[in-house]
């Protein structure tokens, strides 16, 4: 970024999330659109933060509070049922979603949404909501998940039980903090009407990346965990991880077998009507205060990337 954008920016920021952005946005052109915002961890402070996954409680309550007050905010799986049929309430709407299933989600997150009243999905990893059992990345040393020759991306590609060998070798202890563990289904059950549940694999696997039969086992599996643990219809699914690689043809396969009416990647982008629904892109959350995520869907809404 140029000196220049660096020094307009914070401008341009409170420019988007006033005013004048409500403005663009109704007379903005072009077709209909849902931002779907990915978060994972609601903390009490953004602290050491590996993987990007945490947004802190205050600026979590920030941006909920943006979103309600720019767009409609709506379930999920109705967001995509009137996507498709053209009747979104407004050209451009939000959906909130958290994948995983930390505990901070009901500690923290449950909480800003029932008191701003904004609707959210849950792709919840199953085999850690049967257990208990910490996630597998929280048990390795904390190197950036992205380094090349991480022990993180060695086991992001690894069989189930093969990863369960290293973690076993070079783990750790779990993390201490109890809303950085997971969520129990007990717990899961105990989240208010608003928070709706899909699907995020079992033992969160690369489904792209695993053979095929591995990762029909295990979306089979966490189909099946979901419908005895919280009868009802579950129908939607998040990718682990959810990049290209990630989601393959026998990835996205598995999911629709499985029952499941649609998927979401971490692609950034907007869900457009007409879309592949097995490959539909979200919006990462970030820890950026309310102008910041305004001017990125202002941007996202109009199919533009970069620049402030």
Known sequence: MTRARRLLRPLAERLAAGPLGRAVERLSSGPAGLAVLAYHRVVPERGEDPFSLAVSASRFEEQVRFLVSRYPVLPLDRAI?????????????????????????????????????????LFLSTASASSGAPYWWDLLPPLPSGAPGSLHRRAKAMAPDERDRLVASFGGPPPRDPDAQPMRFAEVRGLPGSIRIGGHGDRHLSLGLAPA??????????????????????????????????????????????????????????????????RLPRVRAREE????????????????????
């Open 81 to 121: 049922e009137d996507l498709e049929a053209g009747r979104l309430p407004a050209r451009r709407a939000v959906a909130i979603t958290f994948d995983d299933g930390y505990r901070d989600v009901k500690t923290r997150a449950a909480p800003i949404l029932e008191r701003l009243r904004a609707p959210a999905t």
């Open 213 to 278: 039969d591995s990762s029909r086992r295990d979306v089979a599996s966490c189909a099946a965990a979901l419908r005895r643990e919280l009868p009802g219809h579950i129908r939607l699914f998040a990718y682990p991880f959810g990049a290209p690689e990630d989601v393959s043809e026998h990835a996205a396969r598995a999911v629709r077998e499985a029952g499941f009416a649609a998927a979401f990647t971490t692609e950034e982008g907007i869900v457009r009507r007409g879309m592949d629904r097995y």
């Open 289 to 308: 205060g309310a102008g910041a995520l305004a001017l990125r869907l202002l941007r996202a809404f109009a199919g533009r990337r970069g620049g402030l």
